[in-house]
């Protein structure tokens, strides 16, 4: 079954640490991983876009990595800033009968104190 | 105005009711998602539109009827909804139906009672 896990479910940190959300993976056949943030109230913002042959990539203070080996990514906020609060939302998208696929995780909420 | 825009931003509405959602895309994109987002469970995919022509529909009820009179304008129609209908609605677009990159809106938060 095409599944994408979180972890954690939510996070609370203070503010100028570094924290590392995870998304694991039984999607199949890949084609790429996207992260998103969603801030309260608001639509999801592409961070980040990753296929197979890609390791890292990184959006500014955003790195998401990338092993197709053990279907995993992980996405690491350095120097966190209260406008970082918010829920990141891992999608990975597989090709099936011609088409695209999205399977959305259920996302980890992320708190930044100050 | 830039990005993709949904109005109203808020609505509560009775079982009986009726009502639109709308959502309009100022990107030049050619394909149109409805999604319902409710509280800890995953994005879900509600309807797809490619060049105005449905091409996704995954197993939405009927008192959910999408309409998409051109590639910038999506709208969806409510009526008779449940309490469990209460929701977030998203509305995205992307150039192409098989394009990588999907622009979201703000959302429309339902309220049904």
């Known amino acids: 079954k095409n599944q994408v896990e979180q972890s954690p479910q939510s996070l609370i940190i203070l503010e100028g640490k570094n924290c590392t959300l995870q998304?694991?993976?039984?999607?199949?056949?890949?084609?790429?991983l996207r992260w998103y943030k969603q801030d309260t109230g608001r639509g999801p913002v592409s961070l980040t876009i990753?296929?197979?042959?890609?390791n890292t990539k990184s959006n500014g203070r955003y790195t998401a990595t990338l092993d197709a080996d053990t279907k995993q990514s992980s996405l690491h906020i350095t120097a966190s800033q209260l406008s970082d609060s918010a829920s990141y939302i891992c999608?990975?998208?597989?090709?099936?009968?011609?088409?695209?696929?999205?399977?959305f995780g259920t996302g980890t909420r992320l708190k930044v104190l100050a | 105005e830039t990005g993709v825009t949904q109005t109203p931003r808020h609505l509560v509405m009775g079982m009986t009711n009726k009502k639109s959602l709308k959502c309009e895309q100022h990107?030049?994109?050619?394909?149109m998602y409805w999604y319902k987002q409710s509280a800890k469970k995953p994005l879900e995919l509600m309807f797809v539109?490619?060049?105005?022509?449905?091409?996704e529909n995954n197993s939405v009820p009927s008192r959910f009827s999408p309409e998409c009179p051109n590639s910038s304008h999506l709208f969806l129609h409510l009526h008779t909804l449940q309490p469990e209908d209460s929701a977030l609605y998203l509305c995205?677009?992307?150039?192409?139906?098989?394009?990588?990159?999907?622009?979201f809106g703000p959302g429309t938060r339902l309220t049904v009672t």
């Open positions: 995205a677009s992307s150039q192409a139906e098989l394009s990588y990159e999907q622009y």
């Open positions: 998304c694991n993976y039984t999607v199949s056949p890949f084609s790429n």
């Open positions: 990753m296929t197979f042959s890609e």
């Open positions: 999608v990975v998208t597989f090709r099936t009968s011609g088409t695209y696929k999205y399977i």
């Open positions: 990107l030049g994109h050619n394909a």
């Open positions: 539109y490619n060049f105005k022509e449905q091409t």
